[in-house]
């Protein structure tokens, strides 16, 4: 079975749809962080297979999938520590209830 | 150079007041007042060896082969050069008239450094507040007076002439817990300033044609002959005109403008009577004797231009004949009487300034005798002999004031029991400025008089008359003050004459007074240098005595024993006594102009333009955005998911723009 382009995208597609859609409603604001991540290894995958596919001969495209993976790694435990902040705050992970942060 | 210790004149004043100001607030209060008086003391005794070396000394290059006395610059050196022209210096200049006014002011200067050691004490001996700050001011403004006398360039005369503005200012204001002291100073100030622009624009249009800030020697000759060579820059600046007068007659009239403000001229000596809120022995140095004389020597300093712009002399001889007669009227009525006194200063220097004025009376540029130097050394020499006198009638006024503890008359009367002393020093006062022989005033009076009537017949007979208005109200001064009907004690303690530090120097200027007239200052104080022979016209000087004797006479009668002519003549003429008594309403007519013409007219209607229109644009902008900010700021509504949302759909739009165009 000869596995093309497509085949590879659009799981990445729904991978990153998912995502969306989970940043959208979910409350809880580690399930937030969760779909980010999604959306974030939805990209990473089209990194590495238009790399792949268009232009074989080079790597730029999955240096740079590292690099995401690294800084993705970095951010999610800043964004742990911050959630547990703000729990120790606020007792609470819901997203509409930390709504401080305006005018 | 025999006369460059002349430095030391000037720097001494000048150092005792940066001694006195920084360190006296320290010392004891006496101490000061002791200080400055020596100070004074060793610039007087300089001044007058500077003097007396520059009249009678025969040294190289003081005196030419024709006998005539040269200015000696004793140093002139750079002070800011801005180009090849255009450099300001400052340095020290003797000739005639600076050698004189070295002399008169310090003489006064040390006079009233004495005086005021008794007068700025109350009656039990305790200085006053203030007193060190009074000494360096003093000191100040004999060091500008003696700057502006020496100086070698308009510029420098013009930079004295603003510091002697200044120190007159601060001694006005000197009381100043007084509402009315301060009203004064700030008065003189802007009045003066005002002039001093006229004179600074004076400057720069003289300055600008003629190239240069140095005065012209006294040779008219060649000034004259500067204006017959085309190229000269004073044949320059005679011929550009503007608006039908020469260039040169403009920066002229306007330096005289500067002079008369300081000079207290009509219209600009309204500031000269209010500046009576000084201590009185201020008054007798800057409002009697010398600043005030500072416009009188301005334009003698510039007589050889002058001399050949006929057009700006005649103004300054209609302003000083009219000033004359003006003030003279005025001090006929005046209750207050260091008021009096003050407008009998004023037209005194208008004497001076017409005397100076008529010394051009034939037209003829190039004669040099007769009409010409005659004028110009009467002015000179009654600047000389009035400061002293003046001073002598200022001074015992203040011991008079200083006795009774009040400026009018009718709170002294009948004096002359308690005062003797100051009784006869101002009896010779009176007599020396009504022009009573021997005294002082009657010798320089005669020569203007007598260049007055050079000029014409209408000019001598005016002067003549102010001159016996002169002898009446002083005479009234003297007995409203001293006689009129028996002193009532007002205050606890019955007046008497004052401490030998008040009283002396009212002699030594009472002596002055008698034989200052002696000076044989038309061989010393020519304008050209070269000595002018002169000699009494008896026709004058009989008519002029005469007139005195008339103007005494009547005030005798009027005002020797209590009476009720004084007041029935005042009823007679109301009208005209209520307005000399207002000095014709010449402060009101200056209210009026600044209050109700340029405040309401012009500067109201700026102000409101300012306000709205200026500010209003800059509040627009501030308001709208502050509207606008309020209006998008709910924006930010601190719900993370709500910022996707938006985000999320712009994303989707932006794609498919974009795809749009790809696809299109």
């Keep these: 079975m000869n596995l093309t382009l497509l085949m590879y995208l659009i799981p990445s597609l ?43 001969g080079q790597m730029e495209g999955m240096f740079f999938t590292l690099f995401a993976i690294a800084i993705a790694a970095a951010e999610t435990a800043l964004a742990l520590a911050i959630i547990i902040n703000v729990f120790r705050i606020a007792k609470d992970v819901d997203i509409n209830k930390i709504n401080k942060l305006k005018f | 150079m025999p006369l460059s210790y002349t430095i030391a004149v000037i720097a001494i004043p000048l150092l005792m ?36 070396t520059y009249f009678f000394g025969t040294g190289e290059g003081q005196v030419s082969a024709e006998g005539v006395r040269q200015a000696v610059t004793v140093f002139n050196p750079d002070w800011l050069s801005f180009s090849k022209t255009l450099v300001v210096r400052m340095g020290i200049m003797l000739d005639p008239i600076a050698a004189m006014m070295l002399i008169v002011i310090t003489t006064v200067s040390m006079m009233v450094h004495l005086y005021s050691l008794g007068y700025m004490c109350d009656h039990h001996g305790h200085a006053e507040k203030g007193f060190q700050r009074y000494y360096a001011f003093l000191a100040l403004f004999t060091f500008s007076m003696l700057g502006l006398v020496v100086a070698t360039n308009l510029f420098q005369i013009f930079i004295f002439f603003e510091m002697v503005g200044v120190s007159s200012y601060l001694l006005i204001g000197f009381y100043y817990e ?24 004076g400057i720069l249009i003289l300055s600008y ?63 000269l009577p209010d500046a009576m809120e000084g201590p009185t022995p201020v008054s007798a140095l800057i409002h009697a004797a010398t600043m005030v004389v500072a416009g009188v020597y301005l334009v003698a300093r510039l007589f050889p231009l002058y001399v050949i712009v006929q057009g700006a002399m005649d103004i300054i001889c209609v302003v000083g004949a009219f000033t004359a007669f003006y003030a003279a009227a005025i001090a006929c009525v005046q209750s207050d009487i260091k008021r009096a006194l003050a407008f009998s200063t004023i037209s005194q220097i208008a004497f001076m300034m017409t005397s100076l004025a008529v010394s051009s009376a034939d037209g003829k540029l190039i004669e040099i005798h007769g009409g010409y130097g005659l004028g110009y ?34 709170k002294m009367h009948g004096l002359h029991k308690y005062m003797p002393i100051t009784s006869f020093a101002f009896l010779i006062g009176c007599l020396a400025i009504a022009g009573i022989p021997p005294f002082a005033g009657f010798w320089s009076k ?92 008896w026709t004058v000087a009989g008519s002029s005595v005469l007139i005195a004797c008339v103007g005494i006479g009547l005030a005798y009668k009027m005002y020797y024993k209590e009476n009720t002519l004084p007041q029935r003549m005042a009823d007679s003429c109301r009208g005209l006594w209520t307005a000399a008594y207002r000095r014709f309403y010449m ?25 709205a229109v200026i500010d209003g644009f800059f509040n627009m902008l501030a308001e709208v955005t502050n509207t606008v900010s309020f209006g998008i700021r709910k924006l930010q509504s601190g719900s993370i998911q709500g910022y996707v949302y938006v985000y999320f759909i712009g994303a989707l739009l932006l794609a498919a723009v974009t795809a749009m165009f790809v696809i299109f």
């Design chain 1, 14 to 56: 729904i991978m990153f749809g998912c995502g969306v859609y989970g940043f959208l409603t979910r409350k809880n604001m580690i399930a937030i962080m969760i779909s980010l991540e999604l959306m974030l290894n939805s990209i990473d995958i089209n990194f590495v297979v238009f790399n792949r596919y268009l232009f074989p």
């Design chain 2, 17 to 52: 007041f940066l001694f006195l100001g920084l360190v006296g607030v320290k010392m004891e209060k006496k101490l000061t007042g002791i200080l400055g008086c020596i100070g004074m003391l060793v610039t007087t005794v300089l001044a007058y060896g500077v003097a007396l």
């Design chain 2, 178 to 201: 007084s509402p009315a002291a301060i009203h004064a100073s700030k008065k003189a100030f802007i009045v003066t300033r005002l002039a001093d622009l006229f004179f600074l624009v």
């Design chain 2, 209 to 271: 044609y003629t190239q240069t800030f140095d005065f012209f020697g006294s040779d008219v000759n060649g000034i004259a002959g500067l204006l017959d060579n085309p190229q000269s820059s004073v044949a320059k600046a005679g011929a550009t005109t503007f608006m039908g007068c020469s260039a040169m007659a403009w920066a002229l009239t306007f330096i005289f403008i500067g002079g008369a403000g300081k000079s207290a001229m009509y219209p600009l000596h309204i500031w």
């Design chain 2, 377 to 410: 050394m009467a002015s000179m020499f009654h600047l000389f002999t009035h400061a002293m006198f003046k001073a002598l009638l200022f001074l015992c006024a203040g011991a008079i004031i200083h006795a009774v503890h009040s400026n009018e008359n009718d």
């Design chain 2, 446 to 537: 005669d020569e203007i008089l007598v260049a007055a009537y050079e000029k014409g017949l209408g000019w001598g007979i005016w002067m003549s008359m102010v001159a016996g208005m002169t002898a009446f109200y002083m005479f009234r001064i003297y007995f409203l003050i001293f006689h009129w009907k028996k002193h009532e004690v007002h205050t606890e303690h019955e007046p008497s004459d004052q401490p030998w530090t008040m009283t002396l120097p009212l002699i030594i200027l009472a002596t002055i007074s008698i034989v200052a007239g002696f000076v044989p200052a038309a061989n010393l104080v020519t304008w050209d240098g070269a000595p002018l022979h002169t000699q009494l016209n």
């Design chain 2, 587 to 611: 402060d009101e007519l200056y209210q009026f102009i600044t209050h109700k013409v340029i405040f309401q007219g012009i500067c109201k209607p700026i102000a409101k333009f300012d306000r």
